[in-house]
C-alpha cells in the first residue's frame, strides 16, 4: 500500500509533519495509530466529501447571518429611518446594539461551546436567532427595534467562534486558509443578494397595490425564515467530529481520524480546562488576536454606512440598491486575491494580509478628500473601504492554525470575537455626521495604520517562538521521552487536547 507522503519540514513556517513513528493517539475513547497508512486517493476522497457536505452548510449559515445582519443597512434607505422615526444617533444605535448582544453573548458561549455538543448548539441557536430575525418587522418604534437588534446579535454570538473552531476540527493547517476564506467570501455574496432582494422587494411593493407591509419589514421576515429552515438541516445533518459523521464509511473515518491525527487534532470535545484558560488569557498571541478583531473591524461601519453615503449623494433608492451591491463583489474578489497570495506564499499568510490592507485603506482615503459631488467616484471608494472581509479571512485562518486545545481554542475565538464586538460597539458612534461622516472615515484610516503595525508584531512573535523551538529540537533539550509529561496520557498517547504551548513540536503559522 503507498504511504501517503508527508510535507517536508520549513525551517520558521506552519509545522512539519514528521515521518517518524509517532504515539497512538486517543480520540473519544480509541486509539488513533498515526503511523497508519493510507494513500493519496483515500485522503482526496474523504476531504472531497467534507468539502461537499460540510462546507456548503457551513458557507449557507455564515451567508445567512451576514444577511441578517447586513439587512440594516438596506432597510434604511427603504424607509426603517423614517417609519420608525429615528435621528441619525438611534440609527448609529441600531447597528451598535447588535453587537452589544455579540458581546454579551461571547462569555456564556464560551463555556457552552466547550461543553456541549457543538454543532447541536450552533444549530439550535441559528433556529432562533432566524425568528428574532423575522420579530424584526414587527416594532414600530426605536425603542422595540434596538431590543430586538439586542436579542438578535445575543442569538448570533456562537456563530463564528464556532466555525474557526469547526474549521480546525474538519481541516489540516495547510487546508484553513482556503476553507476560512471560502465560508468567509459568503459575506460579499451576501451584500450582492440582499441588495438585490431588496431592490425586488420595493419594486414589489411599487407596483401591488394591495400590500400594505413596507419593503424593508417584508426583507426581515424573508431572511428570518430562510436562515430558521437553515437552522434545522444545519442541527440535523452537521457532525461533530469524525466519530459521527454519518457521510463517511467505516474506512474513511479511520482514514479521517488519522489525517487530522497527523496535526494532533482529535475532533469536537465536551470539556472545559481551567489551566488552558489561564494559558490563554496570559498568552501574548492571544491578545493579538484580540487587537485583530477589535481594529479590523473599527471601520466596518462603512458597511452599514455606505448605501447611505451613496443615498445621500443624490442617487434614489433603487439606484442606491444597485450601486451597492457591487461592492460585495469586490469584497469577494480581493479577498481571492489573498486567497491567491497565501497560496504563492504559503509560509507569509502575515504579509499577504498586510498588503490586503492596501486598497481599503485607499478607499477610506479617498472618501475623505474627494468632493461629494464626484458621482461614480465616491462609490468606487466606498466599494474599495467595504473590503475588509479580504483581511479578516487569513486573520481568522492564522487563528486557527495557532491555537490547540479544546478550551483553549474556544478561549481565543471568543477574544478575537470579543475584540470584533467592541470594535463594532463604538464605531458606528462615529458615523453621525452626514453625508461625509468625517469622523468614521479618519478613524478607519488610523486603525487600518494600527493594524498593520500589529500584525506585522504578530509576525515577529510567532517567528521567534519558532526558531526558539527548532534550537531547543535541535539541542536535544526536547526530545520524544521529554514530550511525555506534556503530551502523553498514561497509556502512550498523544492527548488530543493539549495546547500549542504544551506541544513543543507545534510550530506556528504566519
Keep these: ?30 486509539i488513533v495509530d498515526v503511523s497508519a497508512a493510507y494513500t493519496p486517493e483515500e485522503e482526496k476522497r474523504v476531504l472531497r466529501k467534507i468539502d461537499c457536505t460540510i462546507l456548503p452548510m457551513m458557507c449557507i449559515v455564515f451567508l445567512l447571518q451576514y444577511l441578517d445582519k447586513q439587512s440594516l443597512s438596506y432597510a434604511s434607505v427603504f424607509g426603517l429611518i423614517t417609519d420608525l422615526n429615528m435621528t441619525s444617533t438611534q440609527y448609529s444605535w441600531c447597528s451598535s446594539i447588535f453587537y452589544v448582544g455579540q458581546l454579551v453573548a461571547e462569555y456564556p458561549f464560551i463555556y457552552l461551546m466547550s461543553r456541549l455538543h457543538l454543532t447541536k448548539f450552533v444549530g439550535a441557536t441559528i433556529i432562533i436567532w432566524g425568528i428574532i430575525c423575522m420579530c424584526l418587522a414587527a416594532p414600530q418604534t426605536f425603542a422595540g427595534f434596538a431590543a430586538v437588534r439586542f436579542l438578535l446579535g445575543f442569538a448570533e454570538g456562537a456563530v463564528s467562534p464556532s466555525f474557526v473552531t469547526m474549521t480546525a476540527i474538519w481541516y489540516r493547517k495547510r487546508e484553513h486558509a482556503t476553507r476560512t476564506a471560502l465560508w468567509v467570501s459568503m459575506n460579499g455574496v451576501a451584500q450582492v443578494l440582499g441588495c438585490l432582494l ?10 401591488t397595490t394591495s400590500s400594505q407591509l413596507q419593503p424593508w419589514r417584508a426583507l426581515f421576515l424573508v431572511c428570518g425564515a430562510l436562515t430558521a429552515a437553515a437552522g434545522v438541516v444545519f442541527y440535523l445533518l452537521m457532525p461533530g467530529g469524525p466519530a459521527d459523521c454519518w457521510f463517511l464509511t467505516p474506512r474513511e473515518k479511520e482514514v479521517l481520524s488519522m489525517r487530522m491525527a497527523r496535526d494532533r487534532e482529535g475532533g469536537d470535545k ?22 485583530f478583531g477589535v481594529l479590523v473591524t473599527m471601520q466596518s461601519p462603512v458597511l452599514t454606512f455606505a448605501s447611505l453615503v ?3 449623494i443624490g442617487y434614489d433608492k433603487f439606484q442606491t440598491m444597485l450601486y451597492t451591491a457591487p461592492s460585495g463583489a469586490a469584497q469577494v474578489l480581493l479577498l481571492w486575491i489573498g486567497l491567491a497570495g497565501c497560496w504563492l506564499f504559503p509560509n507569509n499568510r502575515t504579509l ?9 485603506f485607499i478607499g477610506n482615503v479617498l472618501l475623505l478628500k474627494l468632493s461629494l459631488d464626484s458621482g461614480w467616484g465616491m462609490i468606487v471608494s466606498s466599494w474599495l473601504a467595504s473590503c475588509i472581509t479580504a483581511v479578516m479571512s487569513p486573520l481568522l485562518s492564522l487563528a486557527a492554525s495557532n491555537v490547540k486545545g479544546n478550551t483553549k481554542r474556544s478561549v481565543v475565538n471568543a477574544m478575537f470575537f470579543i475584540g470584533y464586538c467592541a470594535g463594532c460597539i463604538g464605531a458606528p458612534q462615529l458615523w453621525t455626521e452626514k453625508p461625509r461622516y468625517f469622523n468614521g472615515v479618519v478613524t478607519g484610516i488610523v486603525t487600518w495604520c494600527l493594524l498593520f503595525v500589529v500584525v506585522f508584531c504578530y509576525r515577529l512573535v510567532c517567528v521567534r517562538e519558532n526558531a526558539a523551538r527548532d534550537r531547543a529540537q535541535e539541542q536535544e533539550v526536547v526530545s520524544e521521552e521529554g514530550l511525555g509529561e506534556a503530551t502523553l496520557d498514561e497509556h502512550g498517547a498523544f492527548r488530543t ?10 510550530r506556528y503559522s504566519w
Design 270 to 291: 465536551t470539556s472545559f480546562s481551567v489551566p488552558h484558560l489561564l494559558e490563554a488569557l496570559l498568552d501574548p498571541k492571544a491578545w493579538f488576536v484580540f487587537a
Design 198 to 207: 431588496m431592490y425586488g422587494l420595493g419594486r414589489r411593493q411599487q407596483t
Design 352 to 360: 499577504v494580509v498586510l498588503a490586503l490592507i492596501i486598497p481599503p
Design 1 to 30: 500500500m503507498e504511504i501517503y507522503p508527508e510535507d517536508k519540514p520549513q525551517i520558521g513556517g506552519p509545522p512539519a509533519d514528521s515521518t517518524q513513528a509517532q504515539p497512538p493517539i486517543e480520540e473519544k475513547g480509541q
Design 497 to 506: 487536547d493539549c495546547t500549542d504551548k504544551e506541544d513543543r513540536k507545534f
Design 310 to 312: 451613496i443615498n445621500n
